[in-house]
């Protein structure tokens, strides 16, 4: 039993992997009877893939949020705060209120803070002077303002960061709704739509990006690849980019804007970083196939913070999660560790308003659909998934703690293959 500082199993987050992760171990037998306390320092909890569709003007992001208190399973204490420090050879964590806790085991998925620092200007100016970001719930509502403010003439542009980030396939989808919206409204060829990223390519997964190559072309959207946002100056409505890579590596490029979509760089909250779970690159340093930390046993680690080589999405949490939990029992019953988590993510692509491509993959980018169909096309059905199926689904069944029913996955086969 806790004695109020004591807990035996301690989560960092109380996010989709901190949640989901409580409440599957409150309806598995072995898991009832546990102490489980939860640090959260936010009063809201967002059901954040539907950011883009918010900032699209699909839903409003009132659908997206609900009060932090009413997704916490029952049993499991919620301690509002955030975590200032770990020292896991004392088994103890560190409040920013001055609180120690102590646990028997450290569950860590504390998640990603934007990093809005590094972009120069860009923080001083977001929410005005048509410089938006669906990263943000206090900014995301303004995307859909400044989509609806284009005229024929307007200049938008929509950044990448350098990877890790949160839905590497965000940045590119509300370019897509953005262009399909001028598209609709007549104006798409009197207008500029520019994607910059920093990365060498459209997306990571080879068969998914050779389409989105097909789609951005589709709309006429210039693509700038291996360019980085560095800067905003948002009075004068210009965005300044570093070339990384090639030729032309360290040359900048100014661009002037009317709409600007900023994807921010990400990384670990401080106290992770600067903690002794953390790898080289500041994330909490885990098997990537059994989720325990490499070093201290009685530490597991998911979500987006934690170190696995795959795309950060709820999709991945929804895999990673079960290996943790039965991990996690296993460790306390003295069983043998399960190494069963592939590396899956998911991230549902919507290239139009009406059309989904469904990018399911996992490590080294093999591609793995839940549905025996091409993954490459576009389809209404998907996104009927993506705007009705997984909301409903990540309320009602994972945010519960249920087994998920799509356990398995087709690989997909090439055609002709």
């Known amino acids: 039993m806790s004695d109020g500082n004591h807990h035996q199993i301690l989560i960092i987050g109380g996010g989709t992997a901190g949640i989901t992760v409580a409440a599957s171990l409150r309806r598995r037998q072995g898991g009832r009877d546990l102490d489980i306390a939860i ?3 936010a009063d809201e909890h967002y059901y954040q893939p539907a950011f883009t569709l918010v900032g699209a003007g699909v839903q409003t992001l ?15 204490t919620l301690i509002k705060g955030a975590a200032k420090g770990f ?22 998925c504390p998640g990603l803070e934007l990093n809005w620092d590094a ?22 509502e303004y995307t859909w303002t400044c989509l609806q403010g284009l005229k024929p003439g307007a200049k938008a542009l929509f950044t990448q960061p350098p990877l890790p980030f949160k839905c590497p396939g965000a940045p590119q989808k509300i370019a897509y709704l953005t262009a399909d919206k001028l598209k609709k409204r007549g104006i798409l060829g009197q207008c500029e739509v520019h994607f910059l990223t920093h990365a060498p390519g459209m997306f990571g997964v080879p068969l998914f ?8 072309a589709r709309y006429g959207i210039d693509v700038h690849y291996q360019h980085n946002l560095v800067a905003v100056d948002g009075n004068a409505k210009k965005a300044t980019f570093e070339v990384v890579g090639g030729d032309k590596d360290g040359e900048t490029l100014t661009m002037e804007f009317d709409m600007l979509h900023v994807s921010p760089p990400q990384r670990p909250p401080e106290a992770v970083r600067s903690s002794p779970l953390a790898n080289e690159g500041g994330y909490v340093d885990v098997h990537q196939n059994s989720m325990q930390h490499t070093k201290y046993q009685n530490v597991f680690g998911l979500g987006d913070a934690c170190s696995t080589p795959n795309s950060k999405t709820a999709a991945a949490i929804r895999k990673q999660s079960p290996v943790v939990v039965k991990n996690l029992l296993h460790l306390i019953e003295g069983s043998a560790l399960e190494e069963t988590y592939d ?34 096309k576009e389809r209404w059905s998907y996104w009927r998934i993506k705007t009705t199926g997984l909301p409903w689904m990540y309320w009602d069944y994972m ?4 087994e998920w029913f799509f356990k398995h996955n087709v690989n997909y086969v090439e055609p002709g293959s």
Do not use: I, W
């Open 39 to 41: 640090v959260e320092p």
């Open 343 to 376: 590396g899956y993510a998911s991230c549902p692509l919507t290239t139009a308003y009406g059309k989904v491509m469904m990018a399911e993959f996992c490590y080294a980018g093999k591609v793995t659909p839940t549905f025996p169909l091409d993954p490459r």
């Open 399 to 402: 945010l519960e703690g249920h």
């Open 119 to 140: 972009v120069k200007g860009a923080e001083e100016t977001l929410g005005k002077n048509g410089v938006c970001s669906n990263y943000d719930p206090k900014f995301v």
């Open 87 to 108: 020292d896991p050879d004392n088994n103890t964590v560190l409040l920013a209120s001055g609180d120690k806790l102590s646990y028997d085991y450290l569950v860590v």
């Open 209 to 216: 990006a050779a389409e989105l190559v097909k789609v951005a």
């Open 62 to 76: 009132a659908e997206t949020r609900r009060q932090e208190s009413n997704v916490v399973p029952p049993h499991v």
